[in-house]
């Protein structure tokens, strides 16, 4: 069973920066994309930014240039530096793991974290 623990989330004050965290346990593919979503209230969830295990990245266009993705593939662990926040980056951020191998995929996700930007 895979198991995804996400760390780093709070309150910042607009302009301010966040690092979250989310380790992944357990057993999975080692073709797999890690990656932060994110919902705020009244949205649907939407990708952050993802990366996979080959390095490749992918962001939101609202977060380009101010969210930086990055992973630590002896660790598991996948991290997404936030920089000028502003109040619309306030959500529950929650990350993601999918990995497949051939035509076999499997998709976690972890409880979420709050993020909080105030002006």
């Known amino acids: 069973q895979v198991q995804l623990v996400e760390s780093g989330g709070g309150l910042v004050q607009a302009g301010g920066s966040l690092r979250l965290s989310c380790a992944a346990s357990?057993?999975?593919?080692?073709?797999?994309?890690m990656g932060w979503y994110r919902q705020a209230p009244g949205k649907q969830r939407e990708l952050v930014a993802g990366i996979t295990s080959r390095g490749m990245r992918d962001y939101a266009d609202s977060v380009k240039g101010r969210f930086t993705i990055s992973r630590d593939n002896a660790k598991n662990t996948v991290y997404l530096e936030m920089n000028s926040l502003t109040p619309e980056d306030t959500a529950l951020y929650y990350c993601?793991?999918?990995?497949?191998?051939?035509?076999?995929?499997?998709?976690?996700w972890g409880q979420g974290i709050q993020v909080t930007v105030s002006s």
């Open positions: 357990g057993s999975f593919f080692r073709l797999n994309k």
């Open positions: 993601n793991l999918y990995s497949w191998v051939g035509v076999q995929a499997s998709d976690y």
